[in-house]
């Protein structure tokens, strides 16, 4: 006869797959995350390189250049900033779903252990309730 502690262990390692599953996601996540914001002080840094580079003696057509160039930057720094903050939500949602299948697999782990001591009690009891048989038989004898 199966236990209900070994009944529910099909689920318990289910539970444990889905929050190990996403505990992975959320490694990768926090790795795009971080690759992100990396390329986004990247462009911060080279467009405040590239902005105090220039020197007076430069033509109109390359000041012109130049500041084309920088506008450039500015769009990438933008649209970086849009992916940081796509990648920062994602990474909040990545996080609350890892913490629910965490909580999941706790939660069946605590009715497990409950489950076990429960039955432990029970073998105790009715090991005592043996062991008091045979002293009551010897006595009877």
Same mark, same amino acid.
């Given at each position: 006869?199966?236990? !209900? ?7 318990? /390692?289910?539970?444990?797959? %889905?929050?190990?599953?996403? #505990? &992975? @996601?959320l490694a990768t996540q926090q790795q795009l995350l971080a690759r992100a914001e990396h390329q986004l002080s990247e462009l911060q840094r080279y467009r405040q390189e590239y902005a105090a580079g220039g020197d007076g003696a430069q033509s ?11 506008? !450039? ?7 970086? /900033?849009?992916?940081?903050? %796509?990648?920062?939500?994602? #990474? &909040? @949602? ?48």
């Amino acid at each position: 006869m199966n236990s !209900r502690a070994q009944q529910l262990q099909p689920a318990v /390692e289910q539970a444990r797959q %889905r929050s190990e599953d996403a #505990l &992975a @996601q959320l490694a990768t996540q926090q790795q795009l995350l971080a690759r992100a914001e990396h390329q986004l002080s990247e462009l911060q840094r080279y467009r405040q390189e590239y902005a105090a580079g220039g020197d007076g003696a430069q033509s109109v057509a390359a000041l012109l250049n130049r500041q084309q160039f920088v506008e !450039r930057i500015d769009r990438a720094i933008l649209q970086q /900033e849009a992916e940081v903050a %796509r990648q920062s939500r994602q #990474l &909040a @949602q990545v996080r609350d779903h890892w913490r629910r299948a965490h909580a999941r697999e706790s939660a069946l782990d605590s009715v497990v252990a409950q489950h076990r001591e429960e039955e432990r009690r029970a073998a105790d009891r009715h090991e005592q309730a043996e062991v008091d048989e045979r002293m009551q038989y010897r006595r009877q004898r």
